[in-house]
């Protein structure tokens, strides 16, 4: 079992930055992917971005590329969501998941272990 906790969200205005957390306990931390999915009211879960275990490739969804960073410290089993520009577009509750294996995948449906959520509003 993997368990993992978000921290981090908020609301901002339009333009500003924020950095999510998700700390992970459990089993073998080291060796999962991990990912970053979000879920505004109304929508489908989104991908955001997922890096592999050992940080060497990440990959991002288009609408975030060039403003979000995705990092891990493995040594404090902890993955960060770095959120530059922020736009109202990016409002939604914000989930961290682990998969199991090495491979970033974009589906949600790959990934074993959530997060509870953390919300972030950005207001324009």
């Known amino acids: 079992q993997v368990q993992l906790v978000e921290s981090g969200g908020g609301l901002v205005q339009a333009g500003d930055s924020l950095r999510l957390s998700c700390a992970a306990s459990?089993?073998?931390?080291?060796?999962?992917?991990m990912g970053w999915f979000r879920q505004a009211p109304g929508k489908d879960r989104e991908f955001v971005a997922s890096i592999r275990w050992n940080g060497d490739s990440t990959v991002y969804t288009d609408s975030v590329k060039g403003r979000f960073t995705i990092s891990r410290d493995t040594a404090k089993n902890t993955v960060y969501l770095q959120m530059n520009s922020l736009k109202p577009e990016d409002t939604a509750v914000y989930y961290c998941?682990?998969?199991?294996?090495?491979?970033?995948?974009?589906?949600?449906?790959?990934?074993?272990?959530w997060g509870q959520g953390t919300q972030v509003t950005v207001s324009s």
């Open positions: 459990g089993r073998t931390f080291t060796y999962h992917t």
């Open positions: 998941a682990a998969k199991i294996g090495g491979t970033n995948s974009y589906s949600w449906t790959d990934y074993s272990y």
